[in-house]
């Protein structure tokens, strides 16, 4: 059964350092995202990315995050210089289209922790 | 604002007892509501999509239903290997931003 894959499981780093994490979608699936979810909060939603660009993005979604589509498989979410609240589990999500498109496929996340 | 409210937080049952676990939202126009299950340290994994009050689906001892204003997870005969998080998401209006519950943190003993 096609899956959603990211990469790294794991990253720890040290606040300021850049870090990019990375998904790869599931291969028919034309829509992306990437959501967070804080340690016992909510899942919630940063960007979704059609089309090679930015479809919708929320307020968390400020100018230290970016998203790219470098090749045909790849998704990635560049973290500028991390803050310590940025420490949270990194899901990456796909959809397909045009049919279909509400339903969003999780990956198994990035946990990411920033010292 | 898009509202999902969960409940209950927690539910410990034992095998074999049935339960349901509600979801409540308000929104302006609902596109989908979707119920995932997440493990610890895992992705929500996709249960179903409801998308109309009266619509119910199934899949195991699940089974989903959809008022205008609430949806219901029933579990019949649960399993322990049903033990994990439940949530439930809505979309609205011409969003396919997802707004997420809390979630319902499950337990089945054995």
């Known amino acids: 059964e096609p899956e959603v894959t990211q990469t790294p499981s794991h990253q720890v780093t040290q606040m300021g350092q850049e870090v990019i994490l990375r998904c790869v979608p599931i291969s028919n699936h034309l829509y992306f995202y990437w959501y967070r979810q804080i340690l016992g909060q909510k899942v919630e939603f940063l960007v979704s990315?059609?089309?090679?660009?930015?479809?919708?993005k929320s307020e968390i979604f400020d100018d230290q995050f970016s998203v790219e589509r470098p090749d045909g498989s790849n998704f990635t979410l560049k973290i500028r210089s991390t803050k310590l609240e940025d420490s949270a589990m990194y899901f990456c999500?796909?959809?397909?289209?045009?049919?279909?498109?509400?339903?969003?496929?999780f990956g198994p996340g990035t946990r990411l922790l920033v010292l | 604002e898009d509202q999902v409210t969960q409940s209950p937080e927690a539910l410990r049952l034992q095998e074999g007892e049935s339960s349901s676990l509600n979801c409540s939202y308000t929104?302006?126009?609902?596109?989908?509501l979707f119920w995932y299950r997440q493990d610890p340290g895992k992705g929500p994994e996709f249960l179903f999509t409801l998308y109309s009050a009266g619509e119910e689906k199934e899949k195991e001892r699940l089974k989903a239903t959809l008022t205008k204003k609430e949806s219901f997870l029933h579990i019949t005969a649960p399993k322990p290997e049903d033990s994990a998080t439940y949530l439930c998401a809505v979309q609205s209006g011409g969003s396919y931003i997802p707004t997420f519950g809390r979630g319902t943190s499950l337990i089945v003993h054995p």
């Open positions: 929104v302006s126009g609902l596109r989908g």
């Open positions: 990315f059609y089309n090679n660009e930015i479809s919708e």
């Open positions: 999500a796909s959809s397909e289209a045009p049919k279909g498109k509400e339903t969003q496929y």
